[in-house]
């Protein structure tokens, strides 16, 4: 094996891979609970750890994986299991795509990466439904025909809003539109396609306001209603990687990705330091959103996808289209 054989399984293994992925799903589980419980004037997790209570989220991993794995008699008992294993697959798939800094990225798909990014992606929401299907449960079943609807007034809107970005950029490879926004972010010639795949990203995301398909004084824990153990753990596990990778996807569309001013002079840590800080301060946002809002119902989620994100989105691609072409000649 030779040393770029040996960086490559570093990147796949550690960072930006899977030593990466679920280091950042126990951080943020913690920073969830801690900064909500700071909003609501709590104190949030504090015994189990002696620094601000860091040990509870593993705490609470061992705790799922020695529970009993219940597999109810009526479930369909080979999807019910495989499809927990198969939902983290998907949006670590996704993370693969993202560049953390100059060359830094696991999986380069030549120039097609964000197009490779949104086919993953429609995988995540058929192992949603099937997920709530498998367990054969009226609030499960109930919480998957919520995931259609979310899914259909999330995923067009977002998909619209980065066509902007492409079309503004001239470009579906991630790399390249990341080193286009050094003189300027791309939110702000695209502007209505960021709030557009904002208000979008936190529909595909499913959370509060849009964590429709849980629901929990409606539909208990809605598709993951009957999972257990190890299981359950897996479905949350699946959650945190998809706010994950969307958010990298938004930070690398319009915040410049990677890009900032040198802080050691290497730029392959540089890029990834800077990556982490918009990364937090990102799901920061989300988890003030959550705390801001309540949620909507099933029928208001489809009407504002439907009524106004789509029509805003496709208004974004034809003001993209007359500025850059027209007004700019085709020069960003």
Same mark, same amino acid.
């Given at each position: 094996m030779?040393?770029?054989? &040996?960086?490559?399984? &570093? @990147?796949?293994l550690l960072f930006p891979g899977l030593g990466f992925i679920l280091g950042f799903v126990v951080f943020a589980v913690w920073y969830q609970r801690k900064y909500l419980a700071r909003l609501m004037i709590r104190m949030g997790p504090v015994h189990c750890g002696k620094v601000l209570g860091w040990l509870q989220l593993i705490a609470d991993a061992l705790k799922l994986i020695s529970k009993e794995l219940i597999v109810p008699e009526a479930v369909h008992k080979k999807a019910f299991i495989v499809v927990t294993f198969l939902l983290?697959?998907?949006? #670590?798939?996704?993370?693969?795509?993202?560049?953390? #800094?100059?060359?830094?990225?696991?999986?380069? #798909?030549?120039?097609?990466?964000?197009?490779?990014?949104?086919?993953?992606?429609?995988?995540?929401?058929?192992?949603?439904?099937?997920?709530?299907? #498998?367990?054969?449960n009226k609030f499960t079943v109930v919480g998957a025909f919520r995931i259609i609807y979310m899914d259909i007034a999330g995923e067009i809107p977002i998909v619209l809003s980065a066509l902007g970005v492409m079309l503004w950029a001239g470009t579906y490879d991630l790399q390249e539109i990341i080193e286009l926004q050094r003189e300027v972010w791309f939110v702000f010639p695209q502007i209505l396609g960021f709030v557009v795949f904002l208000i979008a990203y936190l529909a595909m995301i499913e959370k509060i306001p849009f964590d429709i398909p849980v629901a929990e004084? @409606?539909?208990?824990l809605g598709p993951r209603t009957e999972y257990s153990g190890a299981f359950f753990l897996n479905t949350m596990l699946a959650d945190y990687?998809?706010?994950?990778?969307?958010?990298?996807?938004?930070?690398?569309?319009y915040f410049g990705g990677y890009l900032g001013p040198s802080i050691t002079g290497n730029p392959w840590i540089d890029g990834s330091i800077w990556t982490l800080i918009k990364l937090l301060i990102a799901i920061t946002i989300v988890f003030t959103v959550m705390i801001s809002y309540a949620r909507l119902r099933i029928d208001q989620a489809v009407r504002l996808g439907w009524n106004y994100l789509i029509p805003l989105s496709l208004i974004n691609i034809m003001i993209t289209i007359f500025v850059k072409y027209i007004v700019l000649g085709g020069a960003i």
């Open positions: 030779d040393m770029t054989d &040996l960086t490559y399984l &570093l @990147e796949i983290p697959t998907v949006p #670590a798939a996704m993370v693969a795509l993202i560049p953390f #800094a100059k060359g830094l990225v696991i999986f380069n #798909a030549y120039g097609f990466n964000l197009i490779l990014f949104f086919a993953i992606s429609t995988l995540y929401p058929v192992l949603s439904v099937l997920k709530g299907w #498998a367990a054969n004084p @409606e539909l208990v990687v998809n706010i994950l990778a969307w958010t990298l996807l938004m930070i690398s569309l």
